[in-house]
C-alpha cells in the first residue's frame, strides 16, 4: 500500500466514522439528493469521483441540523 493509499484510506475512515455519528444523532445523509449511508458517501468523497463534493447542512424549524447534504460542486 502506498502513502497515498494510506492517506486515502484514513480519510474515508475519518469522514465514515464522522457521518455515521451524524446518522446516530438522527441527521439524514443524502448524495447528490437521494438518501444514502455514511460509506457510500465517504466511498464517492474519497476513492470513486473526480472532482469535489460541497456539503449542505439543513436545519429544522428549531435550528437543529436535520440533513447533511453532499452534492457535486458547480463546474465538475
Known sequence: ???????????????????????CGGIVL????????AHSIASVC???????????YIRDDSGCISELNFDRAPGR
Open 1 to 23: 500500500m502506498t502513502d497515498r493509499d494510506k492517506m486515502q484510506y484514513i480519510h474515508y475512515m475519518q469522514l465514515k466514522d464522522e457521518l455515521d455519528n451524524a446518522a
Open 46 to 56: 474519497v476513492f470513486r469521483e473526480e472532482g469535489e463534493y460541497m456539503r449542505d
Open 30 to 37: 443524502k448524495l447528490d439528493g437521494n438518501h444514502t449511508s
